[in-house]
């Protein structure tokens, strides 16, 4: 086993230790500071934007932080836990269909529909949690990939939601008190941004994110010392689930209109890996450095570049960054450091 | 390795950003040249799967821009193309046209293509209240019914009821009246629409439907649809589908040896070169919907120059090398433009629209009116079909008869040969 598995194996074992242990192997996580830091942060941003006054910068920053909540929730499953999950793009759908069903069938608006989503989202990260009883490593995540080619099919085939044609959905021009309705979509992401990076840095300094990482570097071995892995995995894939769901909740409101190609596009299920890879794959800060890092690089070529070039770059940084800083950006400093 | 690493890091930022620096200043060549242009902006597929007709597009508008601004503009001033990569995503749509509308602060707003990348667009023009000129939507503003959303396609307001009926208008050219037909189509908006207007018509004559499916786009093999079909025996083949699985289906078709009095409908695929150099003969008598063929009743004035100078710049371009779908259409697009800003004087969006439903406008794709929801007030659904086609050249196809136009019979310019299958 390596020094990092030995490390998580014996953190596991504060699982059934008493709960002094776990304080003598992590630093303080200072909860309170962190979401005071980060609500600040997120306040700071909303009235920065409204002073510029300028529309895009809600646009832009909107699609950045779908990627932080849906980076730092495939984080909680693929970088804690190991499980490398590929149908990202299958959840996120899930939770756009689930709002616009409910939109369709109640009339319910955007918050609903999230807390839907997340709650729908959840039950099938639940299911996902057990296919990891029997598939493990490759086949885990080929289940991943298949779940969202099923769910594909199933919004393919529902004529109620608009089926291959794609449903639209007409929002209202202005929601008060915000000054438009971009500032609207980008306040309610950055609240679930800063609630799924809380979340994903909870789980990271608690005796879950230790029990995960030892499921990570050895599942036998973390089983035969105590950790209850398959209790672990289903909290992991619900919460990673949830997380994904209500990353795309909000999606048919944002575009106006949304058909199964655009929800399941295959450039969410990358970026959702490629950004905690880039970041940092396993801690809660990597995930948000690769969502700004990558996302804003998409974001800025496609406004300057503007040409199949930007998908070019974007590959090449993909292929440095996989070959030069394997831990991602967070692991080459903690090597440097 | 960590020096190495930064430096190497240095270099490749300065080499992006002058093939960076590079890109900009070719996407903007007007940048320099005037004080004031009218900047026209839009989202275009230049990379991702609607990348051919997405490149084919704003050729057709590049074109439109060099030769205005030969001439000296629109109301004096030159135009500016600002356009941007939509990468076929919808989801970078919304956040596109809000940096053209409230960063690069563009005069006018056209769209990308097509349905699906236009309907993002929507919310962000309408909570503007710009005035929104597409192509080759499909009843995008059924939805939101804006009272400025414009969209030049020959399908018009009421597809289910227009679309199919020149497809029946030939299938009542036949010796015999036809008694089944047989129809398959794809899983998306376009295609459900015309299939859905096929049945609608199949009913409306007692034609009896013996075989009617849908597919998944990712189907790779036809050859079962196609027998399902061969065992119904119908008169009538109607297919709606995409390039890819139109290429699918008249394989299988030419390999099952099937043989009805019509087979076509609405195939996307052979209107455009690479699907006629790669089919060559296997297309003779498919009888398809289409938006243009140079046959002497679709000679408007114009076509014929722009399609010559499309077809010198396409192959470096490297775009589809015939330009007879989408680009006049696309030149229209801009013509219609033009035309409404020389009459009314001035860029106001209110008096765009206003003119725009009032205004009958001349091209080079013909005349056309807008109807209340902005679609053609009088659809043109072309229904072609290919005949003596003897080898994979493209240059017959820059010729009439190759492409025979079977109906409306306003623009007819042939007659129906049959069955499919047979010699043409």
């Given at each position: 086993m390596s020094a990092a598995g030995e490390r998580g194996v014996e953190a596991a074992v504060g699982l059934g230790a008493p709960r002094a242990a776990p304080k003598l192997l992590a630093p303080s996580p200072h909860h309170a500071l962190f979401w005071l830091g980060a609500v600040l942060l997120g306040a700071a941003l909303v009235v920065g934007l409204r002073l510029i006054g300028n529309e895009y910068g809600y646009f832009a920053g909107y699609f950045i932080l779908q990627y932080i909540v849906l980076s730092s929730a495939w984080n909680i499953l693929g970088g804690y836990a190991g499980y490398v999950n590929f149908g990202a793009a299958g959840f996120m759908a899930a939770g756009a269909y689930t709002a616009i069903a409910l939109r369709k069938a109640?009339?319910?608006?955007l918050l609903p529909g999230i807390v839907a989503a997340g709650f729908v989202t959840g039950l099938l990260g639940l299911g996902t949690g057990y296919l990891t009883l029997r598939l493990r490593g490759v086949f885990f995540s080929i289940a991943t990939l298949c779940l969202a080619v099923v769910l594909q099919t199933l919004i393919v085939n529902w004529d109620y939601v608009g089926g291959s044609r794609g449903a639209y959905i007409v929002r209202p021009r202005e929601v008060p008190p915000f000054v438009s309705y971009g500032e609207y979509m980008f306040v309610v992401m950055l609240m679930l941004a800063i609630l799924a990076v809380g979340i994903s840095r909870t789980v990271e300094l608690s005796r879950l994110g230790r029990g995960l990482q030892a499921i990570r570097d050895n599942e036998r071995a973390a089983e035969a010392v105590g950790v209850p892995t398959l209790r672990l995995k289903l909290i992991a894939t619900t919460l990673c689930g949830v997380l994904m769901g209500v990353a795309g909740a909000p999606l048919p409101y944002y575009s106006g209109y949304l058909n199964p190609e655009a929800a399941f596009s295959l450039a969410y299920a990358v970026n959702a890996i490629a950004m905690p890879l880039i970041g940092g794959a396993g801690s809660w800060l990597g995930p948000v450095i690769g969502a700004v890092l990558l996302g804003g690089l998409q974001q800025a070529a496609t406004v300057t570049i503007s040409s199949a070039l930007n998908l070019w770059i974007v590959g090449w940084m993909l292929v440095i960054f996989v070959a030069l800083f394997p831990r991602g950006i967070i692991g080459w400093f903690r090597r440097r450091a | 390795m960590d020096h190495l690493t930064r430096r190497q890091f240095g270099r490749l930022s300065l080499a992006a950003a002058i093939a960076g620096a590079g890109q900009v200043a070719g996407v903007f060549p007007a940048l320099a040249q005037s004080a004031n242009p009218i900047r026209i902006g839009f989202a275009m597929a230049l990379s991702g799967g609607l990348a051919g007709n997405g490149r084919a597009t704003l050729l057709a508008y590049q074109i439109w821009a060099q030769e205005v601004n030969a001439r000296g503009g629109i109301l004096g001033r030159p135009v500016q193309l600002v356009f941007y990569d939509d990468q076929t995503q919808p989801g970078l749509v919304p956040g596109i046209y809000t940096k053209l509308l409230d960063v690069d602060k563009v005069d006018i707003v056209t769209s990308p293509y097509a349905t699906a990348m236009i309907a993002p667009a929507m919310p962000v023009v309408m909570q503007r209240n710009v005035t929104f000129l597409t192509i080759f939507g499909a009843g995008v503003n059924e939805a939101f019914k804006y009272d400025r959303h414009f969209n030049v396609n020959v399908v018009g307001d009421n597809m289910k009821e227009t679309y199919a009926t020149g497809y029946f208008e030939v299938a009542a050219m036949l010796p015999a009246p036809p008694r089944s037909i047989a129809i398959a189509a794809v899983d998306n908006e376009f295609a459900q629409k015309a299939a859905e207007s096929a049945r609608y018509h199949a009913k409306k004559r007692g034609i009896r439907i013996v075989y009617d499916r849908s597919y998944p786009p990712s189907t790779v093999d036809f050859t079962p649809i196609i027998r399902a079909m061969q065992s119904g025996r119908p008169d009538l083949v109607f297919i709606a589908s995409y390039p890819p699985d139109s290429s699918g289906l008249v394989r299988a078709a030419n390999e099952l040896r099937f043989t009805p009095a019509i087979f076509g409908g609405g195939l996307v695929g052979p209107q455009l070169a690479s699907f006629q150099s790669q089919f060559g003969p296997l297309l003779n008598n498919l009888v398809t919907w289409d938006v243009y063929s140079p046959e002497p009743t679709m000679d408007f004035p114009g076509v014929a120059t722009f399609l010559q100078k499309y077809r010198e710049l396409a192959p470096r371009e490297q775009t589809d090398l015939l330009g007879n779908y989408i680009p006049p259409y696309a030149y229209a697009q801009m013509q219609t433009l033009e035309q409404t800003l020389t009459r009314i004087g001035k860029i106001d969006q209110a008096a765009m629209a206003a003119d725009m439903h009032a205004q009958e406008f001349d091209t080079i794709v013909g005349k056309f009116r807008f109807s209340a929801l902005g679609e053609w007030a009088e659809p043109r659904n072309l229904f072609v079909q290919f005949q003596g086609i003897t080898d994979n050249e493209l240059e017959r196809y820059k010729r009439p008869g190759a492409k025979v136009i079977l109906a409306p019979a306003s623009l007819k310019s042939g007659s129906l040969r049959t069955p499919y299958g047979a010699a043409g």
């Open positions: 109640f009339g319910l608006d | -």
